[in-house]
């Protein structure tokens, strides 16, 4: 089992900043990616942005591209979303997942934490 536990969402204007951390905690050696989802209300969960450990590979979705930046400290077992130049529609509810080795999908969630940002 993986536990996963977000912080630093919060209320911020538009053009702010806010950074996200995630740490994960028990079985993280067979952790192989981590990534982060947000759902706004009404609509469906939607990938935002992933980080494979080995050789630290990035992906993202396109609507945030040069705005958020995922990054990662192994030795902490913590994973950071960056969210830089924030948007009205980057209001939503942002997950941490993990995904094990071995694993087409991701395996554990976080709880969430909340971002909203007002124009």
């Known amino acids: 089992q993986v536990q996963l536990v977000e912080s630093g969402g919060g209320l911020v204007q538009a053009g702010g900043s806010l950074r996200l951390s995630c740490a994960a905690s028990g079985r993280t050696f067979d952790n192989y990616a981590m990534a982060w989802f947000r759902q706004a209300p009404g609509k469906e969960r939607e990938f935002v942005a992933a980080?494979?450990?080995?050789?630290?590979?990035?992906t993202y979705r396109d609507s945030v591209k040069g705005r958020f930046t995922i990054s990662g400290d192994s030795a902490k077992n913590t994973v950071y979303l960056q969210l830089n130049s924030l948007k009205p529609e980057d209001t939503a509810v942002y997950y941490c997942a993990a995904q094990q080795r071995g694993s087409s999908g991701y395996n554990y969630w976080g709880q969430g934490t909340q971002v909203t940002v007002s124009s």
């Open positions: 980080i494979v450990w080995s050789g630290v590979r990035t």
